[in-house]
């Protein structure tokens, strides 16, 4: 029997509900595939970390203490000085959070200061935090910053609080302000750890002779507690200190770099009685146009008082001073006079190593002064000459005849200048016509301006007994191809080249 239109229409959409309830069906089941998938991914990322975190626990670095990580790092940062430490610590520390903590936490790693970085100095600034109590290795170059402004200001105010943990302290620079703020912190902090301290000022022309405030009250240096100084360094730079704290200064050097740092004889001998057992003392004069003053001494009685000071040094006089500890004493670019000065109220028993380098004015007044009959220096076993002039042959014979009795080392430095040139002749002559060998002791003679064949003409004019056994030479000087002098030295001596920089520059 045919469908009625009522049981027709109601079928159709009964058909209809059921498509879509299939409809829904196949939607629901490919959310819940979607679904599926993703919790099966997330399973897996959940598996793998849960893997991760247990071969972290496991792992024999988590089993290792602070410390043992901490001193294996150590291997790698500390070879490491300044800017280059940091960046190796910094790099560590972002490796994993076990390497951080190692590396953060260990004042150690963080005690190079060196400003190198630029402004605003944060590398240096968070050395100076992380390093906490650490002693600080301080070597600050400033003259090659492009400019000195607010923001080396502030890092320097705060750096001035920290010196006294300093360990090592070399500073450079050719404005006078930030010696300025550091000096003065330097003269005020007792500085227990302090072992070096060089401080170089390298100032223009234009503003040398200018006064450095505050300095006119001499100061024990260093809040009169530096014992473990080993190494001073002052070069063209007034300091106001008129003693050193320490009793372990072995290495003594004044760089008399401009007018300003001129000090008094007295203040000048307070310092050098102030320490006991320095070793090594150098004193030079450089600077643009400086011309040192030949009266230097006046002030103290030594070469003539003036008026002013009459009174006052005929109660109080200034007496010879012995320096019985000096091994080695340097005197470079310094006024003869100024050196005569110097020579004729101090004394050196002990000195060993003797260097006369590039003395300004009449050379001969110091090695007569030197090398006379009784010697000032008998026991010198090493010496250096370089660019002495105005020195005639009688003198320089006299000097070496007389200061070089025990001189086992000899340098000789003659370039650009003709009365060191003329030696090796002089060594010869008196060997073969007076039958006297200079230097009788001399083991190794090492030259700078001396061609080969003139060290052979020196060596074989002297009896093979009193020839040195070792010559050290500058490679140019061994340049000219017709020079058969150099196969002569490695046939009958040792023969060494000079490394390093020339003491004089290269033409």
């Known amino acids: 029997m045919p469908l009625t239109a009522a049981e027709r ?42 893997n991760r975190v247990q071969n972290t626990i496991q792992a024999p670095l988590y089993g290792l203490p602070t410390e043992i990580i901490t001193h294996v790092m150590s291997f ?67 003259t090659k910053m492009r400019k000195y402004d607010e923001p080396e200001i502030k890092f320097l105010l705060k750096l001035a609080s920290h010196l006294h943990r300093c360990r090592t302290f070399h500073f450079t620079a050719n404005k006078l302000h930030p010696f300025e703020i550091l000096l003065p912190a330097f003269a005020k902090a007792p500085t227990p750890q302090l072992r070096k301290f060089e401080v170089f000022c390298f100032l223009d022309e234009a503003v040398q002779g200018r ?54 004889c007295r203040t000048f001998f307070g310092i050098l009685g102030s320490v006991n057992n320095l070793k090594s003392l150098t004193i030079m004069q450089g600077g643009a146009g400086l011309r040192f003053d030949d009266r230097w001494l006046e002030r103290s009685s030594v070469s003539g008082p003036s008026s002013n000071n009459q009174s006052e040094l005929a109660t109080n006089p200034i007496r010879r001073l012995t320096l019985p500890s000096l091994t080695e004493l340097v005197f470079t670019f310094t006024e003869c006079e100024f050196t ?27 090695v007569d002064l030197i090398g006379g009959p009784k010697p000032s220096f008998p026991n010198v ?35 650009r200048c ?20 200079l230097l009788p002791k001399l083991q190794e003679i090492s030259t700078d301006g001396i061609s080969p064949t003139e060290l052979r003409q020196l060596i074989q004019g002297r009896a093979p007994q009193f020839r040195p056994k070792r010559v050290v030479m500058r490679r140019r000087d061994c340049a000219n191809p017709e020079d058969m002098g150099v196969q002569w030295l490695m046939e009958n001596l040792e023969v060494q080249y000079m490394q390093g920089s020339s003491d004089t520059e290269d033409d």
């Open 9 to 50: 229409s109601s079928l159709k959409a009964k058909l209809q509900s059921v498509d879509r309830s299939i409809t829904e069906s196949y939607d629901e089941e490919i959310q819940l595939t979607y679904r599926l998938n993703v919790l099966r991914i997330e399973r897996q990322t959940l598996l793998a970390e849960r």
């Open 76 to 142: 790698v940062i500390l070879p490491f000085s300044g800017s280059v430490a940091f960046k190796v610590a910094n790099a560590l520390s972002h490796i994993c959070h076990r390497w951080r903590q190692a590396v953060l936490y260990e004042p150690s790693f963080w005690t190079h200061i060196t400003m190198k970085e630029g402004p605003p100095y944060d590398a240096s600034q968070i050395c100076l935090e992380r390093s906490g109590a650490q002693s600080l290795q301080v070597d600050i170059d400033m």
């Open 211 to 264: 006064d450095m405030p505050n300095t006119s009250q001499p100061t024990v240096a260093f809040g009169g507690e530096a014992p473990k100084l080993g190494t001073m360094t002052i070069s063209g730079v007034h300091v106001p200190w008129a003693s050193f704290p320490t009793s372990n200064l072995q290495s003594l050097e004044f760089d008399f770099h401009s007018s300003d740092v001129q000090r008094s």
């Open 340 to 366: 005569c000065d110097l020579l004729s109220v101090l004394s050196f028993p002990k000195v060993q190593k003797l260097t006369l380098e590039y003395l300004k004015g009449d050379s001969g007044r110091v």
């Open 381 to 415: 076993t090493h010496l250096r000459l370089l660019g002495l002039m105005s020195i005639n042959d009688h003198r320089m014979l006299s000097f070496l005849h007389h200061a070089g009795k025990n001189v086992t080392h000899f340098h000789l430095n003659a370039v």
């Open 418 to 437: 003709p009365t060191l040139k003329r030696i090796p002749m002089l060594f010869r002559w008196m060997a073969m016509e007076r039958q006297l060998n």
